[in-house]
């Protein structure tokens, strides 16, 4: 029986629309980049809305409202990596950051374009399942199931406005 993880994933940007991306230093997607997160305490009854906002503070520093931030996605991977089923949350973080965040304990921080995004080592099945949630529905919200059968991954969207 696989482990099943929920995780917030925040997509934030600078004044000039770059996208902020941590280079994970540990698992998972260690080495690749992905958008700054995290899991969510469901030790203490956490919601996946406090999850986003303890998790901006804590990698970012910034303080933010359950006002500051959009849930526009809901991914379930069955099988990532072969070993975890995920949940996660996917917020757009309406207020932009100024600027760049020091390194933390996760990784180092860079702004990208989201053009340069697709040229980056990024996780499995991101630019088939993150990134065009993001690209079409941040200001909307879509429900995904994501397959991991070994090196094939089925999609289905279970929910899109």
Wanted: aromatic fraction near 10%.
């Amino acid at each position: 029986m696989k482990p099943h993880k929920i995780s917030t994933l925040l997509f934030i940007t600078d004044p000039d629309d770059r996208l902020l991306m941590i280079e994970r230093k540990k698992a998972p997607n260690l080495g690749m980049w992905s958008p700054p997160g995290g899991k969510l305490e469901t030790q203490t009854g956490e919601s996946a809305h406090q999850c986003a906002v303890r998790e901006a503070y804590e990698e970012t520093g910034m303080q933010l409202s359950i006002n500051d931030i959009h849930l526009f996605g809901m991914v379930s991977e069955r099988g990532y990596e072969g070993a975890t089923h995920w949940l996660m949350f996917l917020f757009h973080v309406i207020p932009p950051l100024e600027a760049l965040p020091k390194s933390i304990d996760e990784g180092t921080f860079s702004w990208f374009s989201r053009a340069e995004i697709e040229s980056l080592p990024i996780p499995p099945g991101d630019s088939e399942l993150v990134w065009p949630l993001f690209d079409e529905k941040r200001t909307g919200f879509t429900c995904v199931h994501a397959d991991f059968q070994g090196d094939n991954l089925e999609i289905e969207i279970e929910e899109s406005m």
